[in-house]
């Protein structure tokens, strides 16, 4: 069985740029999530989806990130403008429909600079 | 809301010793807990979970962890490391309400020295 795939692994951009990464989950799996992990920190979930539906963005920064997985399948994070603050590991993962156990891609690290 | 804490940013072991690796967790309600391992370059992989029952879980490569309601904790242990344990280890809580929403630690260094 394949894994979570993403890309690019890595991205280097200026600020106010912008920057999209794309997230294939696990085939079947109905809900896919993306974080945003900070170096020493912990993963921080941004967005959720069930299906192609959102189930929880609170702590997106609507502003300037936004989300789609409009087939319900793969799925792309976009930042526009970015901010050098955005550095980070953005990490995609997946799980099968109200499952408790998640499955991570490799991440995207993204520096701006 | 959830938080977890992870008392140790970096743990450095010598191989074949013990190692614990602390987590305490704040929550208003029931929780599921979770411990995942980075290795690096690589994603987060599922460690062990407690989500009911018995409070001490293993994993199939040695790792166990005790869920203390008490206390608010869910330690992870390892009675002998080996030099492949060198990892990042995060522990996480869910509510276990529909969405499965994780809050996660900022992490555990574990290197395991010669």
């Known amino acids: 069985e394949a894994g979570v795939a993403q890309s690019p692994r890595y991205k280097i951009i200026e600020k106010r740029q912008s920057v999209a990464f794309w997230c294939n989950p696990i085939?079947?799996?109905?809900?896919l999530y993306w974080y945003q992990q900070i170096l020493g920190q912990g993963p921080k979930l941004l967005i959720q989806?069930?299906?192609?539906?959102?189930?929880?963005d609170s702590q997106l920064p609507k502003d300037r990130f936004s989300a789609e997985r409009l087939k319900g399948v793969d799925s792309t994070l976009k930042i526009q403008p970015a901010k050098l603050e955005d550095s980070a590991v953005y990490l995609c993962?997946?799980?099968?429909?109200?499952?408790?156990?998640?499955?991570f891609g490799p991440g995207t690290r993204l520096t701006v600079l | 809301a959830q938080s977890v804490t992870q008392l140790d940013s970096q743990v450095p072991v010598f191989e074949e010793a013990p190692v614990e690796l602390r987590c305490n967790y704040s929550?208003?309600?029931?929780?599921?807990l979770f411990w995942y391992v980075q290795y690096p370059n690589q994603g987060l992989q599922l460690l062990l979970k407690?989500?009911?029952?018995?409070?001490l879980v293993e994993s199939i490569n040695g790792f166990e962890a005790e869920f203390n309601k008490s206390q608010t904790s869910f330690h992870l242990r390892k009675p002998s490391v080996h030099i492949s344990d060198t990892a990042e280890y995060f522990c996480?809580?869910?509510?276990?309400?529909?969405?499965?929403?994780?809050?996660f630690g900022k992490g555990t260094l574990l290197t395991v020295n010669p």
């Open positions: 407690y989500l009911s029952g018995s409070t």
């Open positions: 989806f069930q299906n192609n539906g959102v189930v929880d």
């Open positions: 993962a997946s799980s099968p429909y109200h499952t408790d156990t998640q499955y």
């Open positions: 929550s208003s309600v029931s929780v599921y």
């Open positions: 085939s079947g799996h109905a809900t």
């Open positions: 996480a809580v869910s509510d276990g309400g529909s969405n499965y929403k994780l809050t």
